[in-house]
């Protein structure tokens, strides 16, 4: 592994820096109280949709998607750096940059196991921005932590599919231009092999049958920016049987071939929000004084900011290991690697945020800061795309089956 940046990565790099202090950095307030002003909160924000068209005249537009007919064609470790940038700002940059989960995971499945009918209709005005879409996986009633409990049905009719089922916590489906959902659900419940069960279905939110339940809020943040999450109700939805993605009884085998890059993209976006928490400890560190001297001169704020910084450190190497590795081996050959900063990226970047919050006393709890809704991401992220508990016990018995 070349511990240096190729040239592709340092000009894209130095291009989405500057476009972030440029553009979206005195965004974030504008947004603030743009969003503010608008009749619902999901309605489109005028700056963002405004960086969206300057980020794609810019060629800052889709740079996820390693496969060059749709996307940027980057590596997964050209990719890494960038998506660290966008971190920084976690609630715009990726969305103005069509780099935002869940339609790049959306995307992706469409790209590897869509039909050419299913790309034109569905994934086409996704890579072009003019749809959102939701992915339908995870269920109030189960521990959805095992996907083999899922219990929403996808049953055959004659020529088409009826989909039943309760589904929550469903990002983007609140966004008003979500179009689409990928509904994961069970073709063949009896199945004796309980991972060809599952099958996925494309289902338009207009759908009869298809009822927006409720907005879920995390931490009392509902993510706007991102389409929010949602309880979402199939109370019998029927969609053609051209609308499966693949082959009945894939379904389980598409959602780890999606979640894999999802996972290392929310782990590259956790090490700009550790970078931007870093940040905001040395400014705010630097400007205020306590018990007669700067909080800088503190030794334990200067602990927590050197220990933040090693961290920092440690993960971005794994990181880019990982993402190397994927690029080498595949995502299989990875697997350890992809657990591993699953499992240690969300806790420790957890850690830095609460001491900035700490740092900053109450405005770090507040809306004046971004720490808050940073930790609220970060600290999903440990539940999200698999529980860190799920991770460490497949990573101990990978371990563990070279002894035994």
């Not at 060629?59 to 590596?75: C, H, I, K, Q, R």
């Not at 992706?108 to 569905?122: A, I, M, N, P, S």
């Not at 339908?136 to 049905?153: C, G, L, Q, R």
């Not at 179009?179 to 994961?184: A, L, Y």
């Amino acid at each position: 592994m070349d511990f240096a940046f190729d040239a592709r990565t340092e000009e894209l790099r130095a291009r989405l820096l500057a476009f972030m202090d440029e553009y979206v950095y005195p965004a974030e307030q504008v947004a603030h109280e743009q969003r503010a002003a608008l009749d619902s909160p999901w309605e489109n924000v005028p700056v963002v949709e405004e960086l969206k068209a300057e980020a794609r005249r810019q060629g800052l537009w889709n740079l996820f998607l390693p496969d060059s007919e749709y996307g940027a064609g980057l590596t997964n470790l050209q990719y890494a750096p960038l998506a660290e940038i966008m971190g920084r700002s976690p609630q715009i940059a990726p969305t103005v940059t069509n780099c935002a989960a869940p339609d790049t995971g959306n995307m992706e499945v469409l790209t590897q196991f869509g039909d050419e009918q299913q790309r034109k209709q569905w994934l086409q005005p996704l890579l072009a921005g003019e749809i959102r879409s939701a992915f339908a996986m995870t269920e109030p009633d189960v521990a959805s932590s095992d996907a083999t409990n899922i219990t929403t049905h996808i049953e055959r009719d004659g020529d088409e599919y009826v989909v039943s089922g309760r589904k929550w916590y469903i990002s983007g489906a609140m966004h008003p231009d979500c179009r689409i959902f990928i509904v994961m659900g069970k073709t063949d419940p009896d199945g004796a092999d309980i991972r060809r069960q599952q099958s996925m279905v494309l289902v338009p939110r207009d759908t009869p049958g298809v009822r927006i339940e409720r907005a879920m809020q995390v931490f009392g943040y509902e993510d706007h920016y991102h389409g929010g999450h949602a309880e979402v109700i199939f109370d019998g939805a029927r969609v053609p049987v051209s609308n499966l993605i693949g082959e009945e009884g894939g379904g389980f085998a598409i959602a780890q071939a999606r979640l894999g890059p999802g996972r290392i993209h929310h782990c590259m976006r956790l090490i700009g929000m550790a970078e931007r928490a870093i940040e905001l400890m040395c400014r705010r560190a630097a400007s205020r004084d306590a018990f007669g001297k700067a909080l800088a001169q503190q030794g334990v704020v200067q602990n927590w900011i050197a220990d933040a910084r090693v961290a920092v450190e440690q993960l971005r190497l794994l990181v880019l290991k990982t993402a190397w590795m994927m690029d080498t081996v595949g995502n299989r050959g990875a697997h350890t690697e992809i657990q591993a900063i699953k499992i240690a990226t969300p806790r420790t970047v957890v850690g830095i945020l609460d001491r900035a919050i700490q740092l900053y006393g109450a405005g770090g709890v507040s809306q004046d800061f971004p720490l808050a809704e940073l930790y609220a991401g970060a600290r999903t992220l440990m539940i999200a795309d698999g529980p860190d508990e799920v991770h460490q016990r497949s990573l101990a018995r990978r371990e563990l089956k070279k002894y035994l």
